[in-house]
Each structure stands twice: as structure tokens, then as C-alpha cells.
């Protein structure tokens, strides 16, 4: 209740001054402490997602946003609305993210994030399952005759500021003392540009951001990325501290894509499955037909199966979005379910 | 006269606060004073309780922090285990970099806009106006992303330079215009160079100081001392000379190299094969310049270890850090003899070299090497910049010179003053006047738009403190007040510093 009294005065003080405060942005981040009551009232998901890198996210011919980040956006959304399009995405650069979030601009953030200490526990953010084991990796144009990147002395090399690809990047070139040239960018589109002019030799970022990036090219051939793997990079959704209840609610979501992976539930035959209870009864659990778990979230029985139906479980969305049968032709790998050797892994729904 | 003493004495009732007009406007103030502090106590209030909520504290130690990130320019060293104050500190002199050749190159291309503009010639006066409309009329953002696309797109990468590229350098193998900037020769300081540069700053406050007394002449006698041609001089002919004296004599003494565990004569070529990788000791200046000419010429690998100074190249290879290092010829002997080490001459020397010489960038691996590179990113922000500003001060320059009345001028002309000594000495002086205050703020207007470094990845102090730092360490509000504060402080600066020269200019009146 002291809390609750506190909030309250928090946002009648917002309502009077708003308009005249450089510092608004905080204000909102810190009223917004019941995110899924906002969500709610507003009727959609505000969600971050990258300025667009093609398989992660990125608005296709109509406009419409798809992508592997995208799908986690659009399963919040219809866990809660029963609706996958119920979503507001918005654009973010690797420098505006963290604001974007803090302030309260976006509800989640979905934007190949990299999950660190300091992110964590510094700049106060929640870290929801990691969507995709990823590693920083480098792409140089196959002319150049570059086989290890520990040749790379004196090259030039595009990097997205604000990320963790910067540090890695720089540790990395300290470690093997060799120089380099940073050129910082915004985008992974003016990366593209700048790279294909030649106005660097390399492209650095995680390795499936270079595979996205390659598939774009006119030549995929010309360029390859090198062998060598420089740093962790467990991408993962984020929210803000303090609410952990919608904390929880998109960490199930999560899980739930995965678990649903694992127990074999499609989104072809989860209506199905969501009709009648099972035999399985962490199935009827997930998909609502035996307790209430939805409830407990604050949403209704069938949370999982919506998110489930709107792109399908885990394995599909990968498949659908930066699988291999995609131009981007990532494998599974650490991805893979652990029951194939991977790293995914759900908690069981109980 | 005793009925002023017997006016009722007033006494101060509080209704007079505000009926009485004399008290009313105290009033006023007063109250508006007490909303002012209550508005700026609740948003301090305000933030540092939703700070608290976010669990986030007030704190600047992160500016000691270690950065752990690079800068591609740097006017101070700065490598990636330096704190983020120092990163900050490199991106405060970037800005400052950019904003003073803005505001150099905007004042030059205004002056002589401004006054083209004005010019009888009908298509010189058009095109001024070309200009002006057009940049002045298109915003600032959109010509800075045009210029860097057309440096990117339309200039050749470095590997075009190579063997059957496409591409060549220009004046004399000493400029690469390239897609990643333009490389142009270094200066390097050789042996007088100090000596140089004071002859040249004396020469310099003599042609001052002639000018000075040519003008008293003209003005105490009217008697036209020929000025242009003997100022320059004394300000050259001195430098040259010097310059000429060192380069015969220092100039010519030959650097010997000398090996360790090296056979007398070897060339270094024979010695690379015999010894393996070489590591060379090399002083700074132009010794180390002529060195790395002489290796490359004999297309020899190695590393280099630089040092301050010859005796500190000559101690580090005593100590056995290089097996490379090069003495002046004639004290080969003496240094053979003070040492335990096997030490021998090799076949190659090279010139100990001129008080100025220039370093030419050379195609390196990836990307050209040595000289000085203007990234296409500083290229495009001065060169918008300049462009911009300058259409702006072109119409202040052009208003001040129009609000010289005509009749000053046809004095001067009806006095037998040719037109440039009209401008110079009657329009332009008054014209002044009237131009400096708005230059002031000109000035100040490019010194923040610098910040717009971001559309092409300038490294100015809002990409290292307001960008990467935020980013990295989460402390948004810090950040922003500190990069606040610094362009109100750089604003503050340069206002006050035009404030001096306006109140130079400005009508004496006595």
C-alpha cells in the first residue's frame, strides 16, 4: 500500500507538470510500474525493435514488421489480447534502446540485446530467457584474401555504437595487439552501405546479424565471415526493473514458445490440442485444459495458445524467420532444444 | 513650513502590498519569485524521487571508469583502458576542432560572398545569390548526409590505389583522396626545427610591426610606405633562410644503422635472413621518418618502438630491446667501443634529415599508412557547416557594408581613393559594426549545430560522453547535464571573447 500511495502521487504530480519537464521521460518510466494495467488500457504492446536487420525484425514490401524479434512482440501481444497484431513496434537504434525502455517509450524490448551484468544490474533492466545464443563475429569481402581475424592489422571496421560488439571489439584487437580503425554507425543499414562502398574493410557484429546482413547482399558469395568467434552474446528480451509481474508474464511467454517446441505443439494442431485436455498433463497445463496458470498472470486460460497460434512454437518461428530453409540459413545450433543437444530449455509449467 | 511635520505618519498596513502602487509591483515580484523556486523545487523533487524509485542514484564516478571503448580521432593520445572523462575529453577537443574550422572557413567564404554579392558584375552577383538562397534555404542536416554520401560513394577505395587500380595519388604521389578521407602529408620535426619556428614567430611580430609604423608614417606625414610586398618578406626570407642553413648542415649528416651480433657491411636485407624478425629502436622526428623511408626501400618487415629522443633509442638498444638502431656516422666508432654487446655497421644509412619534412601516406595493408588522415566525416560536418553558416554571414556582411551610407563612399572616390582602399579603409570599418553583434550569434549557432556530428559518425563530444558513455554505463541524466553544461560554458566563452573584439570596433564616443 505505501507503494501503491506513493505511485499515486507520482502520477497526479505527472498530470500538472509534465509539459514542462526535460526529465518527462523518467517521470513516465517510473509511473509506469503496472505495465500490464497500461497495456491493457492503452490495447496494444508498445515493443522495441531494431531499425530493422532482415530475419530479427524488419517491415516487409507492405510495411508489415516480421522477423524472429518480431514474433516475441506479436506472442506477448496475444497472450494478453488474444490478438497478434495488437502491437505498436518502434524503431531503435542500438544508442536509443536502453532510453527507449527506461523511460517507458516501449513496454518490452525485443532487439537482439546482448544480456550482461551491467545491464542487468546497473541500467536496471529484467532479462527475459535468451531468444537466440548468439557470438560476435566478423564478415570481410572474400577479395581481400583474409582468412583469420587476427590479420585484420590496421583494417577498417564498421561498428554499430552503443553495443557490446564496441567492446568486444576493441578487448579483442587489445588482446592480439593489433590496431584498428573504428568507424562508428548507426544503423545496420548505413553499416551495410558503408561496408559495400568500401569505406571499411570489415563488418563486426553477431555472427547472425552478419548472416541476415550477407543474405541481403547482391553477391553473398564475394564476402565471407571468419572463423573466429570473439565474444558471448546471449541475446535475450528485456523489460524494465520494478514490475516484476510483467516481468513474468513475458518470460512465460517465452518459455511457453519453447516448452510448446518440446511437447510438440504446432501452430497447426495447438487449437486442436487446446480443445479437449490430453494425456500429457504439462500440455493441458500450458495450453490451459487442466489448472489456471493464465490467471495466475492475470490473463486468460488460453494465453499460451494464442501465443502459440499466432507464429507457431520456438522451432517454427526459427524456422519461418533465420532458419535454414531461410536466405539467411542459420542452423539451430546452441539453439536447438536441449533435448537435441541445444541450450533451450523451458522450466516446467507447474 | 511647520505643517510637513504635522502630516499623520503612515503606518504600513498590509492592504498597501496590493493597493498601493508602490508596493504592488515588490509584489508582484515577489510572488512570481517564490512560484519560480516552488516550479524548479518539485522538478529537482520530482527527479530524484522517480530516480530513487528506478533505484537509480545521483553519481559522477563514472567518468573514472575505464572506457573500454575506441575513438577513430584523436587529438590527444586515448586507448580503450583510458576512463571515460578522457573519452570525453577527446570528444570535447573534436568538437572544438570542428566548431574552429567552421567558423574560420564560414567567416572567410562570408566576407567574400557578402561583398561578390554586391558586385556590378551581373553573373558574379547572381551566383553569390545562388548560393546563398540555396544553402541557406535547405537544412543544415540534409547537406552534411550529401556531402559524406557523395564522399563515400563517389571516391575511390584504398585498394583502388594499388598496381592496376583505377585510382592515383595527386601532387606528387603526396594526397590520397579515398572513400575512408583524404590522406595528406604529415609534418615531421627534424633537428632546428625549434629554432625554426621562433624565427618565424619573430619575423612574423616583425612584419606586424612594420605594418604598424608604415601606417603611422601615412598617418602622421601621409607619405605611402610600400606595404604588402616588404611585410611579406620580412615575415619569409628569415624562415628560409634558416630552414636552408639547417638542411646543408644537419641536413646532410648520414644516420649509420648499426646491428647487434651483426657481421661489418652486412646489408640489412642479409641481416633480416640471418637474425629473423627485426625490431628497431627509432627516435621521434624525422630520423625515425628517413629510417622507415630506407626499410621500405628495401621492402624489409619489422616493428618499430619509438622513443622521445636518440639517447633514449641508443639506451633501449644497450638494454637489448631492439636489435636495430642507427647512430650518426661519425660516432660509430664511439659507440662501438662503450659497449659489451657485438655491435656492427651495416651496409645502409640514411639522412639525418631537414628541420621540416613532410610524411607521405603510403598504401599499407588494409588502408594507407603515415600522413595525416581528414576523415570524410570531419570533411563533410566542416564543409556543411562552413557552406551554411556562410550563406548566413554573406547576408550579414552584405547588410553591414549596405548600411554604410553611399555618401561615405563617393566622399572617398570625390577624394581620389581607389575602390579597394575605399572598402578597406572607409565602408569596411564602419560596416563592423553593424556586423559583429550577429556574427556573434553565427558563431554560436555552428558551435552547437557541430552536435549534428551524428548523421555521419564524427566522434565529437556527443558521441563519446552523450552517446557511447550514456550507453554503456546508464547514466543518462549526468551525461546530458555535463554535455549541457559544456556547450553553454564553450557558448558563454566565445560570446564573451566576440563581446571583447565588438567593443573594439565598436563607434568611440567621447
Not at chain 2, 251 to 266: H, S
Request: charged share 15%.
Amino acid at each position: 500500500m505505501e507503494r501503491q500511495s506513493n505511485q499515486e502521487e507520482v502520477n497526479m504530480k505527472r498530470t500538472v507538470f509534465l509539459g514542462a519537464l526535460a526529465l518527462s521521460g523518467l517521470v513516465a518510466g517510473a509511473a509506469a510500474a503496472a505495465t500490464l494495467d497500461d497495456v491493457k488500457a492503452r490495447g496494444k504492446v508498445n515493443c522495441g525493435v531494431t531499425t530493422g536487420l532482415v530475419g530479427f525484425a524488419a517491415p516487409d514490401a507492405n510495411g508489415k514488421w516480421e522477423g524472429f524479434d518480431v514474433a516475441i512482440c506479436r506472442a506477448v501481444a496475444a497472450a494478453i489480447f488474444g490478438d497478434q497484431e495488437k502491437v505498436e513496434f518502434v524503431p531503435t537504434t542500438g544508442q536509443t534502446r536502453f532510453t527507449a525502455l527506461a523511460s517507458g517509450e516501449v513496454d518490452l524490448l525485443a532487439r537482439n540485446t546482448t544480456n550482461t551484468f551491467s545491464r542487468d544490474v546497473d541500467l536496471k533492466f529484467e532479462f527475459m530467457p535468451t531468444n537466440y545464443y548468439d557470438g560476435q563475429g566478423f564478415m570481410i569481402p572474400k577479395a581481400l584474401g583474409v582468412t583469420s581475424a587476427k590479420d585484420l592489422d590496421g583494417a577498417t571496421v564498421c561498428i554499430q555504437t552503443g553495443t557490446t560488439t564496441e567492446l568486444n571489439l576493441a578487448d579483442f584487437f587489445r588482446a592480439n595487439n593489433i590496431s584498428y580503425e573504428p568507424v562508428p554507425i548507426e544503423t545496420n543499414a548505413e553499416a551495410q552501405q558503408q561496408y559495400l562502398a568500401g569505406a571499411c574493410d570489415v563488418y563486426t557484429t553477431d555472427a547472425s546479424g552478419l548472416a541476415a546482413t550477407r543474405a541481403t547482399f547482391e553477391n553473398p558469395g564475394d564476402h565471407v565471415i571468419l572463423p573466429e568467434i570473439i565474444s558471448k552474446e546471449p541475446l535475450a528480451p528485456l523489460v524494465r526493473h520494478g514490475d516484476n509481474d510483467w516481468g513474468d508474464l513475458v518470460r512465460w511467454t517465452v518459455y511457453a514458445l519453447i516448452a510448446a517446441e518440446e511437447y510438440g505443439v504446432t501452430s497447426e494442431n495447438v487449437k486442436e490440442m487446446a480443445a479437449s485436455a490430453g494425456s500429457n498433463p504439462e500440455i493441458n497445463r500450458l495450453l490451459g485444459t487442466e489448472g489456471d496458470l493464465g490467471a495466475m498472470l492475470g490473463l486468460g486460460k488460453d494465453w499460451a495458445v494464442n501465443a502459440i497460434a499466432a507464429n507457431g512454437n520456438y522451432g517454427e518461428i526459427f524456422e519461418a524467420n533465420i532458419g535454414e530453409s531461410t536466405p539467411i540459413g542459420l542452423a539451430r545450433g546452441l539453439n536447438a532444444q536441449w533435448t537435441d543437444g541445444g541450450l533451450m530449455y523451458s522450466p516446467p509449467f507447474r | 513650513m511647520s505643517s510637513a511635520t504635522d502630516a499623520p505618519r503612515a503606518s504600513f498596513r498590509l492592504s498597501q502590498l496590493i493597493y498601493d502602487t508602490r508596493y504592488r509591483s515588490i509584489t508582484i515580484q515577489v510572488i512570481a519569485l517564490i512560484l519560480l523556486i516552488a516550479a524548479f523545487w518539485w522538478l529537482i523533487n520530482n527527479t530524484v524521487q522517480n530516480l530513487a524509485m528506478l533505484g537509480k542514484d545521483f553519481d559522477f564516478s563514472f567518468l573514472g571508469a575505464r572506457a573500454g571503448y575506441d575513438i577513430n580521432q584523436m587529438l590527444i593520445p586515448y586507448d580503450n583502458s583510458m576512463t571515460h572523462g578522457r573519452a570525453a575529453l577527446v570528444g570535447i577537443l573534436n568538437t572544438l576542432l570542428v566548431a574552429f574550422m567552421g567558423c574560420v572557413t564560414a567567416t572567410v567564404i562570408g566576407v567574400f560572398v557578402g561583398v561578390l554579392r554586391l558586385s556590378k558584375n551581373w553573373v558574379v552577383s547572381r551566383l553569390m545569390a545562388v548560393y546563398v538562397e540555396g544553402f541557406r534555404n535547405v537544412p543544415l542536416l540534409l547537406w552534411i548526409v550529401l556531402i559524406f554520401a557523395l564522399m563515400t560513394e563517389s571516391t575511390p577505395q584504398p585498394r583502388d590505389f594499388r598496381e592496376g587500380g583505377s585510382a592515383s595519388l595527386l601532387f606528387g604521389d603526396s594526397v590520397a583522396i579515398t572513400n575512408r578521407g583524404v590522406f595528406i602529408p604529415m609534418p615531421t620535426w627534424g633537428d632546428g626545427a625549434a629554432i625554426l619556428g621562433i624565427v618565424l614567430v619573430v619575423s612574423l611580430i616583425a612584419a606586424f610591426l612594420y605594418r604598424r609604423y608604415a601606417k603611422k608614417v601615412l598617418f602622421d606625414t601621409g607619405r605611402l610606405l610600400p606595404m604588402t610586398w616588404p611585410a611579406l618578406a620580412i615575415a619569409i626570407v628569415p624562415t628560409v633562410l634558416v630552414y636552408l642553413a639547417f638542411s646543408f648542415t644537419t641536413g646532410g649528416v648520414r644516420m649509420q644503422l648499426m646491428g647487434a651480433e651483426a657481421t661489418e657491411g652486412q646489408s640489412v636485407a642479409a641481416y633480416a635472413e640471418a637474425n629473423g624478425p627485426l625490431s628497431v629502436c627509432m627516435p621521434e622526428g624525422t630520423i625515425k621518418l628517413n629510417m622507415q623511408r630506407m626499410l621500405r626501400a628495401n621492402d624489409i618487415r619489422y616493428t618499430e618502438k619509438d622513443f622521445a629522443t636518440e639517447e633514449g633509442a641508443v639506451q633501449a638498444f644497450r638494454n637489448g630491446a631492439c636489435n636495430l638502431v642507427s647512430v650518426p656516422a661519425a660516432s660509430v666508432a664511439a659507440f662501438t667501443e662503450g659497449t659489451d654487446l657485438a655491435v656492427a655497421p651495416l651496409a645502409e644509412t640514411s639522412p639525418r634529415g631537414k628541420p621540416l619534412e613532410f610524411e607521405k601516406p603510403v598504401l599499407g595493408g588494409f588502408n594507407f599508412e603515415g600522413g595525416v588522415q581528414v576523415r570524410n566525416s570531419l570533411i563533410a560536418l566542416w564543409l556543411a557547416l562552413s557552406l551554411y553558416t556562410g550563406a548566413f554571414i554573406a547576408e550579414i556582411v552584405r547588410a553591414g557594408i549596405l548600411s554604410v551610407s553611399k555618401g561615405q563612399s563617393e566622399a572617398a572616390f570625390a577624394l581620389g581613393l581607389r575602390p579597394n582602399r575605399t572598402m578597406n579603409l572607409i565602408i569596411l570599418p564602419q560596416a563592423l559594426r553593424v556586423i559583429i553583434p550577429p556574427l556573434i550569434s553565427q558563431f554560436l549557432n555552428l558551435t552547437k549545430n557541430s552536435s549534428l556530428a551524428i548523421a555521419v559518425g564524427y566522434m565529437d563530444v556527443r558521441a563519446t560522453l552523450g552517446g557511447i558513455t550514456i550507453n554503456q554505463t546508464g547514466r543518462e541524466l549526468e551525461g546530458m547535464l555535463l554535455l549541457g553544461m559544456f556547450y553553454l560554458t564553450l557558448s558563454l566563452v566565445i560570446s564573451g571573447a566576440m563581446n571583447v573584439y565588438n567593443s573594439s570596433t565598436r563607434l568611440k564616443e567621447r
